[in-house]
């Protein structure tokens, strides 16, 4: 089981930037991030939750919905068992609660339905 927890939300004004973080509290060896491709998601009240972004086990292959490519960046760093998103010219449609997530399996892609295991949420808001 991997226990995900963000922060970094906030109000911003359009044009800014925001850095999200998760860090996974790390149980057993099993629960460890390094074991998981990791994702952001997002849910903006009325729409349903979309992938943000993707980063694979060792951080090599990034992928991000068209929306956020050229402005979002996902990075990790396994010795933290930390996950961001950096988040650069924000929209007012970026507004949303963004979610980090990890799968069940060895999935490393952006289809929200094959993630198991999900943080609280975090709100951005873009003014």
């Known amino acids: 089981h991997v226990q995900l927890v963000e922060s970094g939300g906030g109000s911003v004004q359009a044009g800014g930037s925001l850095r999200l973080s998760c860090v996974a509290a790390?149980?057993?060896?099993?629960?460890?991030?390094?074991?998981?491709?990791m994702g952001w998601f997002r849910q903006s009240p009325g729409k349903e939750r979309e992938g943000v972004a993707r980063?694979?086990?060792?951080?090599?292959?990034?992928d991000y919905a068209d929306s956020v490519k050229g402005r979002f960046i996902i990075s990790r760093d396994n010795a933290k068992n930390a996950l961001y998103l950096q988040m650069n010219s924000l929209k007012p449609e970026d507004t949303a609660t963004y979610y980090c997530?990890?799968?069940?399996?060895?999935?490393?892609?952006?289809?929200?339905?094959?993630?198991?295991?999900w943080g609280q949420g975090t709100q951005v808001t873009v003014s």
């Open positions: 997530a990890a799968p069940r399996s060895s999935y490393c892609g952006l289809k929200e339905g094959l993630y198991g295991y």
């Open positions: 980063v694979s086990t060792q951080g090599r292959s990034t």
């Open positions: 790390e149980s057993n060896a099993k629960s460890s991030m390094i074991n998981y491709c």
